[in-house]
């Protein structure tokens, strides 16, 4: 038995602070884009292009940051990404062209994905016993991270400018970013359980990224999760403008707060509950299970939204269960790919995986193209719920049975796991 150390969750605490800290990143964007189109008279879509080019970056780049973090250990990497981050929103906020707010989406995204790939590899490997879990807290701090933020971005954005969001929020989240970057470390041999004292089946090999990437289970995990990160990212990236066009942003619902305000708080909250929450689901029913559940429920909620979000409280409630049941593919696809590829070269093989949310984020403007097209928002969601659908599928009929035929007979030349 592995001996017991409380440093694993000083380790946990400080990745989710960090991913805390690079949240509104993405989920605080959509805030800035209508103000920026009036301010520059640049088109939304052309705006939307800076969206995909930081999550392109965020993504493409991990298995470099993962490579790095297997190696000399997460703290240079994230501390680096701390700099990346303040750098990026500061140079957002002073763009006076497209072409220098794509730099600046560039270095936020190399910034965010070296904080990101870090702090997911350090949850996988210092809890294989409770993986899901770990990794759905630590991706919570950056789903839910922004719900901390969201109105006092809109205040001073609405008060300031958003150059001056764009300066102090960087700033400060970049800051606390590189300070605690400091403390964290991978794991000692003996220091974690051995996959045969956990509940979830676990390849007893480690793969490298090269075994790894022959598998036919790494690639169905990686349509996967290009089919449930596009229509995710569709909706984070659009909410505020469908609020808008649904006639619905600025109604106010509770207390003084808007649609909007209401609606991007609950759905930050709603975002990074579903993480641990279909994390330690996943840690105890499976994970195909689990995401044939969530995903399941996911492609309900588009359809929903797209046939009856035009009210104020519907608007509310049906945003919010697309971010409950999308969220998770943060914990679920980490966890089943460690559980699957093993865990000595856990941060390069999952960063490997993360890129698919790269390409999934080239699909997010054509959201926009087929609203434009049709005139409104019905198409988006109808073509969302389907890819959702399609995932179930995929995951109950085709990766369940490959992985357990994979864990059942190892590739001969993987590693021993550690």
């Given at each position: 038995m592995a001996r017991s150390t409380p440093n694993r969750w000083g380790q946990l605490i400080t990745a989710i602070i960090c991913m805390v800290m690079i949240a509104n990143l993405q989920y605080g964007w959509t805030l800035f884009v209508h103000p920026m189109a009036a301010a520059n008279k640049w088109v939304v879509a052309d705006i939307q292009i800076g969206f995909s080019i930081f999550v392109a970056l965020e993504t493409w780049l991990t298995p470099i940051d993962g490579w790095l973090a297997d190696r000399i250990g997460p703290k240079l990497v994230v501390a680096v990404g701390g700099i990346?981050?303040?750098?990026?929103?500061?140079?957002?906020?002073?763009?006076?062209?497209?072409?220098?707010?794509?730099?600046?989406?560039?270095?936020?995204?190399?910034?965010?994905?070296?904080?990101?790939?870090?702090?997911?590899?350090?949850?996988?490997?210092w809890f294989p016993d409770k993986r899901g879990l770990a990794v759905g807290l630590t991706a919570a701090g950056f789903g839910a991270g922004a719900a901390l933020t969201v109105i006092p971005i809109r205040e001073v954005i609405a008060s300031s400018g958003y150059s001056t969001a764009f300066f102090w929020f960087g700033l400060i989240q970049g800051a606390v970013v590189?300070?605690?970057?400091?403390?964290?470390?991978?794991?000692?041999?003996?220091?974690v359980p051995k996959p045969t004292e956990v509940k979830v089946i676990q390849s007893a090999s480690s793969y490298t990224p090269g075994q790894m990437l022959a598998t036919p289970v790494f690639w169905v995990l990686y349509i996967m999760f290009i089919l449930v990160a596009a229509s995710g990212l569709m909706a984070t990236a659009q909410v505020a403008l469908v609020a808008r066009d649904y006639g619905v942003a600025s109604t106010v619902v509770l207390g003084g707060i808007t649609t909007l305000s209401l609606a991007l708080l609950v759905d930050n909250v709603a975002n990074g509950a579903a993480r641990p929450l279909f994390g330690w689901i996943s840690d105890n029913i499976g994970r195909e299970n689990t995401m044939a559940l969530a995903f399941g429920l996911g492609g309900i909620a588009y359809w929903l939204l797209g046939q009856a979000g035009t009210s104020p409280w519907a608007f509310v409630v049906f945003a919010a269960l697309i971010f409950l049941t999308w969220g998770e593919i943060f914990s679920l696809f980490p966890s089943t790919c460690t559980d699957s590829f093993g865990q000595k070269y856990a941060?390069?093989?999952l960063s490997c995986l993360y890129t698919a949310k790269g390409l999934a984020a080239f699909l997010v403007p054509i959201a926009n193209v087929i609203k434009a097209s049709t005139g409104s928002w019905h198409m988006v969601f109808v073509i969302t719920a389907i890819m959702n659908f399609v995932t179930v599928a995929l995951a109950l009929f085709v990766l369940k049975p490959l992985r357990s035929r994979q864990v059942a007979a190892p590739i001969g030349r993987a590693a021993p796991a550690e």
């Amino acid at each position: 038995m592995a001996r017991s150390t409380p440093n694993r969750w000083g380790q946990l605490i400080t990745a989710i602070i960090c991913m805390v800290m690079i949240a509104n990143l993405q989920y605080g964007w959509t805030l800035f884009v209508h103000p920026m189109a009036a301010a520059n008279k640049w088109v939304v879509a052309d705006i939307q292009i800076g969206f995909s080019i930081f999550v392109a970056l965020e993504t493409w780049l991990t298995p470099i940051d993962g490579w790095l973090a297997d190696r000399i250990g997460p703290k240079l990497v994230v501390a680096v990404g701390g700099i990346l981050v303040a750098l990026g929103w500061i140079i957002n906020g002073a763009a006076t062209s497209l072409s220098m707010l794509y730099v600046g989406s560039a270095l936020t995204g190399a910034g965010a994905g070296a904080v990101y790939a870090s702090c997911v590899g350090t949850a996988v490997k210092w809890f294989p016993d409770k993986r899901g879990l770990a990794v759905g807290l630590t991706a919570a701090g950056f789903g839910a991270g922004a719900a901390l933020t969201v109105i006092p971005i809109r205040e001073v954005i609405a008060s300031s400018g958003y150059s001056t969001a764009f300066f102090w929020f960087g700033l400060i989240q970049g800051a606390v970013v590189f300070l605690v970057a400091w403390y964290l470390r991978n794991p000692e041999p003996g220091e974690v359980p051995k996959p045969t004292e956990v509940k979830v089946i676990q390849s007893a090999s480690s793969y490298t990224p090269g075994q790894m990437l022959a598998t036919p289970v790494f690639w169905v995990l990686y349509i996967m999760f290009i089919l449930v990160a596009a229509s995710g990212l569709m909706a984070t990236a659009q909410v505020a403008l469908v609020a808008r066009d649904y006639g619905v942003a600025s109604t106010v619902v509770l207390g003084g707060i808007t649609t909007l305000s209401l609606a991007l708080l609950v759905d930050n909250v709603a975002n990074g509950a579903a993480r641990p929450l279909f994390g330690w689901i996943s840690d105890n029913i499976g994970r195909e299970n689990t995401m044939a559940l969530a995903f399941g429920l996911g492609g309900i909620a588009y359809w929903l939204l797209g046939q009856a979000g035009t009210s104020p409280w519907a608007f509310v409630v049906f945003a919010a269960l697309i971010f409950l049941t999308w969220g998770e593919i943060f914990s679920l696809f980490p966890s089943t790919c460690t559980d699957s590829f093993g865990q000595k070269y856990a941060t390069t093989n999952l960063s490997c995986l993360y890129t698919a949310k790269g390409l999934a984020a080239f699909l997010v403007p054509i959201a926009n193209v087929i609203k434009a097209s049709t005139g409104s928002w019905h198409m988006v969601f109808v073509i969302t719920a389907i890819m959702n659908f399609v995932t179930v599928a995929l995951a109950l009929f085709v990766l369940k049975p490959l992985r357990s035929r994979q864990v059942a007979a190892p590739i001969g030349r993987a590693a021993p796991a550690e």
